[in-house]
């Protein structure tokens, strides 16, 4: 079945550095969606990419949609207390099947 | 505005018991969709449903069940509990034709 990984499993800033986080699948992906999930709460839609090379911004947030379609990438410029949390990517599948990567936790050190 | 409704928040289960998990939401989805989550394993796919009377297995269905007789309602059944299925279970829902799902608060189980 689908399968994606994400990397790193864990990332720790310092307030004001930068962050990225990478979603890899084996298959092409028809589409990528993002989720944050803070500590202690539930996973929160964040943006979908459905190109190739398709890039979005969310003010600090940059989203990008490989060109072939089997990656995708979060990147978090100028990092904030307030963005600390696990950070998913999600793919929906054949039948609607919508797929987790394995998240990125983010702590930001103030 | 309720969104996803999960009930209970918190469950302590003995091995061998059987529990629901309830799941409602009310803004019309379609899709609705069980996970657990474990430390270091995301989110992982039990069972989803794209309409009432329509359900499939995800990456995880092994001791759980579900049914979809209203587009409302997607309870979580385990059928015989085990330690292993200590983890806490998140419900989602969302429009066929949008990727956007949005999630309840979430029930933290422990099969002791």
């Known amino acids: 079945g689908q399968q994606v990984m994400q990397i790193p499993q864990y990332q720790h800033v310092q307030e004001g550095e930068d962050f990225t986080t990478y979603c890899n699948s084996s298959t092409t992906l028809s589409n990528i969606q993002w989720y944050k999930q803070r500590p202690g709460g539930h996973p929160v839609f964040l943006i979908q990419?459905?190109?190739?090379?398709e890039v979005k911004k969310q003010k600090r947030l940059t989203f990008q949609f490989g060109e072939a379609k089997k990656n995708s990438s979060l990147h978090i410029t100028a990092t904030q207390t307030t963005d600390v949390g696990t950070y998913f990517c999600a793919a929906r599948g054949g039948y609607q099947k919508v797929t987790f990567g394995t998240g990125t936790k983010l702590q930001v050190i103030p | 505005n309720a969104g996803v409704t999960q009930t209970p928040k918190f469950q302590v289960l003995k091995t061998g018991q059987s529990m629901t998990l309830q799941c409602a939401q009310d803004?019309?989805?379609?899709?609705m969709s069980w996970y657990r989550q474990d430390p270091g394993m995301g989110l992982r796919l039990i069972h989803y449903s794209v309409g009432a009377g329509i359900t499939d297995q995800g990456e995880v269905p092994n001791g759980y069940n579900v049914s979809r007789s209203t587009t409302e309602d997607f309870p979580l059944r385990l059928l015989s509990a085990a330690p292993s299925q200590t983890s806490v279970y998140f419900c989602a829902s969302g429009p066929l034709q949008r990727a956007e799902a949005f999630f309840g608060q979430g029930t933290r189980l422990t099969v002791v």
């Open positions: 990419l459905v190109k190739s090379g």
């Open positions: 803004m019309n989805h379609e899709y």
